[in-house]
């Protein structure tokens, strides 16, 4: 079994368990680098949800089946797009599921939203949702599938728990997180003294500073590709569309070869005030400064 497959397998009897003793939580997010099995292990919880016998999901009762072939009517997905052409989670989308969430299950006990890509669930739609997550009527349940935790209002992660189908290696702590944000702020905003105080941040630990130098670049790297007129999902869409709207492909993808070239710098343990200076006068170069 691979190790991705023994992650399902332990987060899956989680949540049976946690159904089966009635108090899953109304809002869960999952954080999965793949949509599919994102969606894959929200549609098991869903069935597990809906599924009325006490071996939950039984796999033979009427819920079950219609859960299996994915047409349970209170089971509900959606990716929130209105129109095809842009792939943004529409607030209208999320006022919708809301109103919808008041009318009565249809045939389970349980009714549940499986809300698809929420990564790109701009702060409006999040908030709607949060409207809801606050107060959900008995028996709904909301199901977030995301890329990333990062990609989510605090406010929204306060209200769900997380199931993460990242790997240690994928997942980004609260603190990387927060020092990518931050530092990606100050760059955007040129300010000199919030960039030295960031660096400073994160170049105390080695490990930590290569891993926020790993998500920078990946960052900057998906910048560059909306440059060039692709677009895929991101973490940190907020900061790569921040980024993609500011500098040019140029910029980008000299902060890219800064990011990896500091890198090395670890590895040959430099000194770190060094590495700091270096890092902002390098940073500030890449974008004309
Ligand atoms: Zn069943």
């Given at each position: 079994?691979?190790n991705?497959e023994?992650?399902f397998?332990?987060?899956?009897?989680?949540?049976?368990?946690?159904?089966?003793?009635g108090?899953f939580?109304?809002g869960?997010l999952?954080?999965?680098?793949?949509e599919?099995?994102?969606?894959?292990?929200?549609?098991f919880i869903?069935?597990?949800?809906?599924?009325?016998s006490?071996?939950?999901?039984?796999g033979?009762?009427?819920?079950?089946h219609?859960?299996?072939?994915?047409?349970?009517p209170?089971?509900f997905?959606?990716?929130?797009v209105?129109?095809?052409?842009?792939?943004?989670?529409?607030?209208?989308?999320?006022?919708e599921?809301?109103?919808d969430?008041f009318?009565?299950?249809n045939?389970?006990?349980?009714?549940?939203?499986i809300?698809?890509?929420?990564?790109?669930?701009?702060?409006?739609?999040?908030n709607?949702?949060?409207?809801?997550?606050?107060?959900?009527?008995?028996?709904?349940?909301?199901?977030?599938?995301t890329?990333?935790?990062?990609?989510?209002?605090e406010?929204?992660?306060s209200?769900?728990?997380t199931?993460?189908?990242?790997?240690?290696e994928?997942?980004i702590?609260d603190?990387?997180?927060?020092?990518v944000?931050?530092f990606v702020?100050?760059l955007?905003n040129?300010?000199?003294?919030?960039l030295?105080?960031?660096?400073?941040?994160?170049?105390?630990n080695n490990?930590?500073?290569?891993r926020?130098?790993?998500?920078?670049?990946e960052?900057?790297?998906?910048a560059?590709?909306?440059?060039?007129g692709?677009?895929?999902?991101?973490?940190?869409s907020?900061?790569?569309?921040a980024?993609?709207?500011?500098?040019?492909?140029?910029?980008?993808?000299?902060l890219?070869?800064v990011?990896?070239?500091?890198?090395d710098?670890?590895?040959?343990n430099?000194?770190?005030?060094?590495?700091?200076v270096?890092?902002?006068?390098?940073?500030?170069?890449?974008i004309?400064r």
């Open positions: 079994m691979t991705k023994l992650q397998n332990k987060l899956s009897s989680e949540v049976v368990s946690s159904v089966e003793q108090s939580p109304h869960v999952v954080e999965c680098q793949n599919n099995d994102g969606v894959e292990f929200a549609r869903a069935n597990c949800l809906v599924c009325r006490n071996n939950k999901p039984c033979e009762c009427e819920d079950c219609k859960a299996k072939k994915n047409g349970h209170d089971i997905e959606t990716d929130g209105i129109k095809s052409k842009s792939k943004i989670f529409a607030v209208d989308s999320v006022r599921i809301r109103d969430a009318v009565l299950p045939e389970s006990d349980s009714k549940v939203y809300l698809k890509n929420a990564q790109n669930m701009n702060d409006q739609a999040q709607a949702i949060l409207k809801i997550l606050e107060e959900p009527p008995s028996y709904v349940f909301f199901i977030i599938v890329t990333s935790r990062s990609t989510m209002l406010t929204v992660l209200r769900v728990q199931y993460s189908l990242l790997s240690d994928e997942q702590t603190k990387e997180c927060d020092a944000k931050n702020k100050a955007l040129v300010n000199e003294l919030a030295v105080e960031q660096t400073a941040v994160f170049i105390k490990q930590f500073a290569k926020v130098l790993g998500l920078l670049s960052v900057f790297r998906d560059l590709v909306f440059k060039s692709y677009s895929r999902e991101v973490r940190f907020e900061e790569v569309n980024l993609y709207n500011k500098l040019t492909a140029k910029s980008l993808m000299q890219v070869e990011c990896d070239e500091l890198m710098s670890i590895d040959r430099c000194n770190n005030n060094l590495l700091v270096r890092m902002c006068y390098e940073f500030k170069r890449a004309g």
